[in-house]
């Protein structure tokens, strides 16, 4: 079974590679997912301009990622991991490439703490919607924390064995996932603006159609940007693809701002604004004996999307709204599915490279014998995605949790890939490029703009009250540990087999070699 010899086989195309990356942004997912992490009532009116917000930020990354991945279309399954590499011994001076092994290290764990995390929140969410789905006809099913957790288990057992297969093979299930989800997802933003056209007697959150779109109030709108991040990445999945691209320079950068830009422009815009248009007093629920109207009522409830569906095909479906909600849930279902998928899949892919080149246990950068996959990866992966999810699938302090850990790792990933962009032009353009705005002021922005989003992840930790401080305080610790974990690592695998942090003056490399010779 062990292949340790194998490369990648090169046979996706422009489609396949933005179809996978599609999948892990999953907006027909997210909507329903995570509406009740974004309806705090102090903050909840910032919601729609938040998610623009993290999607100027994601673009920004975007851009950098587009521009790295046409200069280095060699970089394989590596993406960030393989750039922040080749952007510095690419410099002309030995006091810069001396720090090459150290930069790629920390960029490609950082990486780690986001896609080693991420899958295991999709797991949690899956097991979430089953529970719903299956409390709808039973109000006692799945009532226990091991049921719970058993589904988690399930689930990710049935997402590794397609990972298994390889992305080819998971492709034309992301395209049906893409259709089915992006379809109902219209078709339900549409029922909520027709809603609320035709039925003006109800006390919106929102005045109007303007007062959805603006923010309302700085905190709340910094606030909201930490929680919304989490919706808009997955675009830099398809640069770890580039190993399986028949022609990584012209599709990898496309499939990069293709991906964001359906999913987030188009899908999560049109979305967002509906539910947010429509969420007013119609929308009830019981909290500690009280009834509560809209964003409340939403905070308090495990699946507001799904009660929303049901007022909207009660009230203009002539009474289906339970079937209209189980349409819906089913969706939601397959969309969840594509976005573990991609997300595991685009995980291995990253320790597999650096399993190749020794940063991780070998064992990383070994290939199934007939599906040429990272199948150690996968097995190790699965196993840690269903504990995430298991653990994080009983409650909504520990699904925050995991979700905070993966948005620290994502912030930090996309700001030191803005900052690798950077590196690569300090002083001189990277072949093909000849747009400062593309190659200085994006990358620069994208750089401050993680890295405040960050800043304000600790913020909100340190200044918080309650489960809310709690919550962040234990993801900050954890991804605190997470890295002094991998420096351990570095340090204690270098003085084993005698490898340098700081690569000496007179260091040969290919990668090194190859910018010589440019020149």
Not at 156 to 172: E, F, N, Q, Y
Not at 382 to 392: K, M, N, Q, V, W
């Amino acid at each position: 079974m062990t292949n340790s010899n194998q490369e990648l086989k090169p046979t996706l195309g422009l489609v396949a590679i933005t179809i996978n990356a599609m999948a892990l942004i999953a907006p027909g997912a997210f909507l329903w997912t995570t509406y009740q992490l974004q309806a705090p009532p102090d903050s909840a009116k910032n919601m729609w301009a938040a998610i623009a917000l993290a999607t100027c930020i994601a673009l920004m990354t975007a851009s950098c990622y587009a521009v790295l991945s046409r200069a280095y279309p060699e970089a394989g399954a590596g993406s960030s991991y393989y750039y922040a590499e080749a952007a510095i011994l690419a410099k002309e001076e030995h006091k810069h490439f001396r720090l090459a092994r150290l930069a790629k290290f920390v960029t490609g764990w950082a990486a780690h703490l986001y896609y080693w995390v991420y899958p295991g929140i999709m797991i949690s969410f899956m097991g979430t919607l089953v529970v719903y789905i299956g409390q709808l006809f039973n109000p006692d099913f799945a009532s226990g924390w091991f049921s719970k957790a058993l589904i988690c288990i399930i689930f990710a057992g049935v997402v590794g064995g397609i990972a298994l297969m390889g992305v080819t093979g998971s492709t034309m299930i992301n395209i049906i996932i893409n259709i089915v989800q992006i379809s109902s997802l219209t078709f339900l933003g549409l029922l909520m603006i027709l809603y609320r056209l035709g039925h003006s007697n109800v006390n919106y959150e929102h005045a109007n159609a303007l007062s959805v779109v603006v923010p309302h109030d700085l905190s709340g709108l910094i606030y909201q940007a930490t929680i919304a991040i989490l919706l808009v990445v997955g675009f830099e999945s398809a640069t770890a693809m580039a190993g399986e691209a028949v022609n990584p320079r012209r599709d990898i950068p496309k499939g990069v701002i293709l991906s964001l830009f359906i999913q987030a422009c188009l899908c999560y815009f049109f979305e967002y604004f509906a539910a947010n248009f429509f969420i007013g007093s119609q929308y009830t629920a019981t909290v500690d004996g009280k009834t509560v109207t809209g964003f409340t009522a939403a905070f308090s409830s495990g699946a507001p999307i799904g009660d929303i569906t049901k007022i909207l095909g009660n009230t203009l479906l002539f009474g289906n709204g339970f079937i209209l909600q189980i349409i819906i849930a089913s969706t939601v279902v397959m969309a969840l599915f594509g976005t573990a998928l991609s997300a595991l899949s685009t995980g291995v892919r990253i320790s597999y490279a650096m399993g190749i080149d020794r940063e991780l246990p070998i064992v990383f950068g070994f290939l199934h014998g007939r599906y040429n996959t990272p199948y150690i990866g996968i097995y190790f992966l699965t196993g840690l995605s269903a504990l995430i999810g298991a653990y994080a699938v009983q409650n909504v302090d520990n699904v925050t949790i995991v979700t905070l850990v993966s948005n620290i790792g994502t912030f930090m990933l996309y700001g030191l890939t803005c900052g690798v962009t950077l590196i690569a032009t300090l002083e001189h353009l990277l072949d093909g490029e000849r747009n400062r705005i593309k190659t200085i002021v994006i990358p620069l922005l994208g750089l401050v703009m993680n890295l405040l989003m960050v800043c304000g992840i600790f913020y909100y930790g340190l200044t918080g009250t309650g489960n809310a401080k709690t919550n962040s305080l234990t993801a900050i610790g954890i991804a605190i540990a997470f890295f002094v974990a991998g420096f351990a690592y570095l340090i204690g695998d270098s003085l084993l087999k005698g490898k340098p942090l700081f690569l000496p003056s007179n260091f040969s490399h290919p990668l090194r070699d190859q910018a010589n010779s440019r020149r």
